[in-house]
C-alpha cells in the first residue's frame, strides 16, 4: 500500500501524506516513504518546489503509537526537510498533532486553512516534543510554545500563524498558496538554493548540537511507565491514571 501519493504540475511536486485511516500518523513505513520521495524530487530537476500536504482531515497525528519510527529515522526525515536544496511548502487543510508539528516546521513555508487546529499533546501520555524541537524551537515564538508544550491545549490556525507555526492562515488555502507557489516558479533554482541556506543555517546548527541527546531523550520517555501508562490510556480512549 502506499502511503504518499504524488501529482506534478508545472514545477511543483505535491507530495500528500496517504494514510487517513490512522490520521496520518507518523509510523516507520510512513516516514520511509516520505523520504524515499523527497529523495526522488531532490534529485528531479524539472522539480522547482515541494508542497506537503495530506489526505483526511488530519495533517498528521504525529508519532505512530502502534509503530513509532525511531527517533534517529524521524531526526533524519526532518533534517531532510530542512536541507533539501529546494523549497518545502505545506499546505494544511485539517489538524496536526504533536510530531506532525514537528514536520510542519521543519517546511519552509506553511499555509494553513481557518478551520485546522494544532496541539502539542505529548505530555498528556506521559512524553515531551523532544525531536520535534530541533526544528521547532529556532521557528517559533518562544513564550508561545512554552504555554502549548506545557498544557496540550488546543490552537486555531489564526494563533499558528501568531506565533510562526505557519506562515499564513485563510478560509482558502490554495489562494493563500497561489502567490507563493507563483514566485517559487519565477525564481530562479540556484538562488533558491543558497537563500534556503541563509535561512536553514540556524536551524540545522540546532540539528548538530542537540539531535543527540533529544533522541536519547526521546527513547527514555517513550520506555517509561508513564509513557506506558499514557499510550495505553489513549488506545482505550480513558483518561491516564495522574489526570485529576
Same mark, same amino acid.
Given at each position: 500500500?502506499?502511503?504518499?501519493?504524488?501529482?506534478?504540475?508545472?514545477?511543483?511536486?505535491?507530495?500528500?501524506?496517504?494514510?487517513?485511516?490512522?490520521?496520518?500518523?507518523?509510523?516507520?513505513?510512513?516516514?520511509?516513504?516520505?523520504?524515499?520521495?523527497?529523495?526522488?524530487?531532490?534529485?528531479?530537476?524539472?522539480?522547482?518546489?515541494?508542497?506537503?500536504?495530506?489526505?483526511?482531515?488530519?495533517?498528521? %497525528?504525529?508519532? =505512530?503509537?502502534? &509503530?513509532?519510527?525511531?527517533?534517529?529515522? +524521524?531526526? *533524519? @526525515?526532518? $533534517?531532510?526537510?530542512? /536541507?533539501?536544496?529546494?523549497?518545502?511548502?505545506?499546505?494544511?487543510?485539517?489538524?496536526?498533532?504533536?510530531?506532525?508539528?514537528?514536520?510542519?516546521?521543519?517546511?519552509?513555508?506553511?499555509?494553513?486553512?481557518?478551520?485546522?487546529?494544532?496541539?502539542?499533546?505529548?505530555?498528556?501520555?506521559?512524553?515531551?516534543?523532544?525531536?520535534?524541537?530541533?526544528?521547532?524551537?529556532?521557528?517559533?515564538?518562544?513564550?508561545?510554545?512554552?504555554?502549548?508544550?506545557?498544557?496540550?491545549?488546543?490552537?486555531?490556525?489564526?494563533?499558528?500563524?501568531?506565533?510562526?507555526?505557519?506562515? %499564513?492562515?485563510? =478560509?482558502?488555502? &490554495?489562494?493563500?498558496?497561489?502567490?507563493? +507557489?507563483? *514566485? @517559487?516558479? $519565477?525564481?530562479?533554482? /540556484?538562488?533558491?538554493?543558497?537563500?534556503?541556506?541563509?535561512?536553514?543555517?540556524?536551524?540545522?546548527?540546532?540539528?548538530?548540537?542537540?539531535?543527540?541527546?533529544?533522541?536519547?531523550?526521546?527513547?527514555?520517555?517513550?520506555?517509561?511507565?508513564?509513557?506506558?501508562?499514557?499510550?495505553?490510556?489513549?488506545?482505550?480512549?480513558?483518561?491516564?491514571?495522574?489526570?485529576?
Amino acid at each position: 500500500m502506499t502511503l504518499i501519493a504524488r501529482a506534478h504540475v508545472r514545477g511543483v511536486e505535491t507530495l500528500a501524506l496517504d494514510s487517513p485511516h490512522n490520521r496520518n500518523a507518523l509510523s516507520a513505513a510512513l516516514v520511509g516513504e516520505l523520504a524515499a520521495a523527497l529523495a526522488d524530487c531532490a534529485k528531479d530537476g524539472e522539480v522547482r518546489a515541494i508542497v506537503l500536504t495530506h489526505t483526511g482531515n488530519t495533517f498528521s %497525528a504525529g508519532a =505512530d503509537l502502534k &509503530d513509532p519510527p525511531d527517533p534517529d529515522t +524521524l531526526v *533524519g @526525515l526532518l $533534517r531532510q526537510i530542512v /536541507e533539501l536544496d529546494k523549497p518545502v511548502v505545506a499546505r494544511v487543510t485539517g489538524h496536526v498533532r504533536a510530531g506532525g508539528l514537528g514536520l510542519l516546521a521543519a517546511c519552509d513555508i506553511a499555509a494553513a486553512a481557518t478551520e485546522s487546529t494544532f496541539a502539542f499533546t505529548e505530555v498528556r501520555i506521559g512524553l515531551a516534543p523532544a525531536v520535534i524541537s530541533l526544528t521547532l524551537l529556532p521557528r517559533t515564538d518562544p513564550r508561545a510554545l512554552a504555554r502549548h508544550y506545557l498544557t496540550g491545549e488546543r490552537f486555531d490556525a489564526a494563533e499558528a500563524a501568531r506565533i510562526g507555526l505557519v506562515t %499564513a492562515a485563510g =478560509d482558502d488555502v &490554495d489562494a493563500v498558496l497561489e502567490p507563493i +507557489l507563483d *514566485g @517559487l516558479r $519565477r525564481a530562479a533554482p /540556484e538562488a533558491l538554493a543558497e537563500t534556503k541556506r541563509l535561512l536553514t543555517a540556524r536551524v540545522l546548527e540546532t540539528f548538530d548540537r542537540d539531535a543527540a541527546d533529544l533522541t536519547a531523550l526521546s527513547a527514555r520517555l517513550f520506555a517509561s511507565p508513564h509513557a506506558r501508562e499514557g499510550m495505553t490510556a489513549f488506545l482505550e480512549r480513558r483518561d491516564p491514571s495522574w489526570a485529576v
